[in-house]
């Protein structure tokens, strides 16, 4: 039986992530796929595709949060790709992670804007 809010969430992460998002989920398979799937169906098979924000406003909710918590840089390298694939400028995502100095600090701002020069570089 096929897991539908799987295969949503796997449209969706094509869309949004491309190859970065299957990294994530194929380092995943040799020790715990179970995680693989469920990072695939709740997050985007019942989150991003529900209505009410676009992509573009999803990821920019995402990349917040992740520079506020300061402690998920890797997913934040993912999410800072996934905003810019789906259309959030680089200015944009400078000053979004700048507004977080004002709530997390600047240790988080800072951690985020570094991550954002490693993306950038490698774009």
């Known amino acids: 039986m ?10 969706l992460l094509n869309t949004i992530d491309g190859e970065a998002g299957h990294q994530v989920i194929n380092s995943l398979k ?9 990072t695939i169906a709740f997050p985007f098979g019942d989150i991003y595709s ?23 840089l890797p997913q934040l390298k993912v999410h800072l790709n996934a905003a810019l694939n789906v259309g959030v400028t680089e200015d944009e995502l400078k000053e979004i992670i700048i507004q977080m100095a004002g709530y997390a600090g600047f240790p988080a701002a800072l951690n985020g804007m570094f991550m954002l020069k490693e993306v950038l570089a490698t774009r």
């Open 30 to 38: 040799d020790i715990c796929p179970d995680l693989a799937k469920m």
């Open 2 to 11: 096929k897991d539908l809010r799987f295969e949503k969430g796997l449209e």
């Open 50 to 72: 529900r209505d009410g924000l676009d992509l573009r406003s999803r990821e920019i909710a995402t990349v917040a949060a992740l520079t506020a918590m300061g402690s998920c």
